[in-house]
């Protein structure tokens, strides 16, 4: 008979799974001691958001990541990041140790007890799809595939609470597992299809809206062999960015409403057919919600919903409409006409370096071995003019919108795919967040490059009408200087000169490099300036 978290580990690195990010507790000791002797290499992070952060970009990259943290003092201090990781559809696991059975029937008041030895799960309930207490020996295989079924589903975080006498017990291994979460029905699918098919057949300008469940659920080939096959422009959101190749000819740019570009705003609120595919109908995706998307012209295509004009077709997971869709024989094709591009709104600086100039090096700078994660912020809103070069190679908070993301993001990421050099773009308020999780990447030896908008204020708030609050305010210290104590390089960055200089001698460094670039305050990117309009006319109502 297999033993419980031994068996975990086992199955996830069946699939996939090469690393674990988590913090140690005495309630997750044992666990710990499982983890160690499993295939599975062990990440130790400085606090338990940053587990989260991590583990979160890693299963954006890999298909699943896994975060094994304590009981309450650990878990309930991840809660954040998993729930940016459910908002974004993120397939993270979480494993939390817990006080053993025994001990919860001979002792009331454990240390880390709250409410009730429950509490932490339910807590979990609301910020997974599914949680749940491995309590049993008979019923908790099928509650670990049911787990992972949720997962890889729906790509979205589970939670599995483990008490510390259940972590090496023997387990009945389930010899028939329920039915999946989700099965497609052949008749809707293809009454989905038809109707999808007579729409493009129909249509006269065509285009694809791409969205981040496209690389949530590995669709990329498919969706840029019907963009190929139907010839039509391509276009992404910013949560969805780099999930078609940038460089790809159909490729016109991100799509934001009217925060984003005017002209690719036009075609995709002109067309008469937007196929939407794994978007994310949020404020931040449409430009606070300024898209004036007719849904008498779209197909809308989730893993949540499949919805064709004002049709509902239940019962059709989005993988199986994608991959039947891109793979038709009946599929109209058109001559793509010259359509230009998308052009980054930036420049070179002449002086002192600015967020514009900093993007137009940063364009410069990044190729096909580039991974790029970014925090939120102005550093998101510069992501609409900043040109990736390959599928895939941007990844950013960009619904829930969490501050801290970036750094032991950009960790998880370098972990995942150790083929690219990753780069993290952050503000310096995110960056006081978690930014000490680089003792983590100097301890693993990774190398990621830091650049710092170093301008003393949360700019993306000072844009939004509030210039003369003082609670956009914040400290500010050397970074570059900081750098050199956690044991990597730092770079002072005034001028564009020696951003030019500093990204090119980090790229070579085997280890972590912070890009100190000091910008004025009101200095913010061409997005945010149209954005933060948006946002004042929200606030004001």
Do not use: W
Request: proline share 5%.
């Amino acid at each position: 008979m297999p033993q419980l978290a031994p068996h975990i580990f086992k199955i996830l690195h069946q699939q996939g799974v090469k690393h674990a990010f988590g913090i140690p507790g005495d309630f997750a000791l044992t666990l710990f001691d499982a983890l160690a002797a499993s295939q599975i290499t062990p990440v130790v992070m400085t606090h338990e958001p940053c587990v989260g952060f991590a583990a979160d970009a890693y299963a954006r990259i890999r298909g699943l990541g896994l975060a094994v943290v304590t009981y309450s003092v650990g878990g309930l201090n991840m809660v954040n990041a998993v729930a940016g990781a459910y908002a974004e559809k993120s397939p993270l696991i979480i494993l939390s140790g817990s006080p053993g059975i025994k001990e919860r029937q001979q002792h009331n008041l454990l240390h880390h007890k709250i409410k009730t030895f429950d509490t932490q799960r339910r807590v979990y309930e609301e910020v997974t799809l599914y949680a749940t207490t491995l309590n049993d020996p008979k019923t908790a295989d099928t509650k670990i595939h049911r787990a992972l079924d949720y997962a890889i589903t729906f790509k979205r975080p589970v939670y599995l609470e483990i008490p510390r006498d259940m972590v090496y017990a023997d387990i009945e291994e389930a010899e028939n597992y329920s039915s999946p979460i989700k099965r497609t029905d052949a008749d809707t699918l293809q009454e989905a299809l038809d109707e999808t098919l007579e729409m493009l057949h129909q249509a006269k300008s065509p285009v694809i809206l791409a969205g981040a469940e496209v690389h949530r659920f590995g669709l990329q080939p498919q969706v840029i062999a019907l963009a190929e096959k139907l010839g039509v422009p391509v276009c992404a959101t910013i949560l969805g960015k780099s999930v078609f190749p940038e460089a790809h000819p159909q490729y016109l740019g991100i799509y934001n409403g009217e925060a984003g570009d005017t002209h690719l705003r036009q075609i995709v609120e002109e067309s008469d057919c937007v196929l939407m595919l794994g978007v994310f109908m949020s404020d931040l995706n449409l430009g606070m919600f300024t898209a004036q998307l007719n849904p008498s012209h779209t197909v809308y295509a989730t893993s949540e919903r499949i919805a064709i004009k004002r049709h509902e077709y239940p019962n059709v997971r989005f993988e199986d409409f994608i991959d039947s869709l891109s793979s038709s024989s009946d599929l109209p094709h058109r001559e793509l006409s010259s359509i230009p591009k998308m052009k980054p709104r930036v420049q070179p600086s002449k002086g002192r370096i600015s967020m514009s100039g900093l993007l137009y090096e940063l364009n410069q700078f990044i190729d096909s071995k580039t991974l790029l994660v970014t925090d939120v912020g102005d550093t998101l809103f510069a992501a609409d003019d900043i040109q990736t070069q390959e599928g895939t190679s941007f990844f950013s908070p960009a619904f829930y919108a969490s501050m801290g993301f970036g750094v032991p993001g950009v960790i998880g990421a370098q972990l995942a795919d150790d083929s690219r050099r990753a780069i993290a773009l952050v503000g310096d308020g995110a960056f006081q967040m978690t930014g000490m999780e680089l003792l983590t990447a100097k301890r693993l030896g990774l190398n990621p490059i830091v650049i710092i908008i170093n301008n003393g204020s949360f700019a993306s708030l000072r844009a939004m009408g509030h210039q003369n609050a003082a609670f956009v305010n914040i400290p500010t210290i050397d970074y570059a200087q900081l750098a050199q104590v956690l044991g990597g390089n730092g770079f002072v960055i005034e001028t564009g000169k020696q951003l030019q200089q500093a990204l090119h001698t980090a790229r070579d460094s085997n280890t972590f490099s912070i890009l100190d670039v000091r910008l004025l305050p009101d200095d913010v990117s061409p997005a945010l300036e149209h954005l933060s309009k948006l946002f004042a006319k929200t606030l004001k109502g």
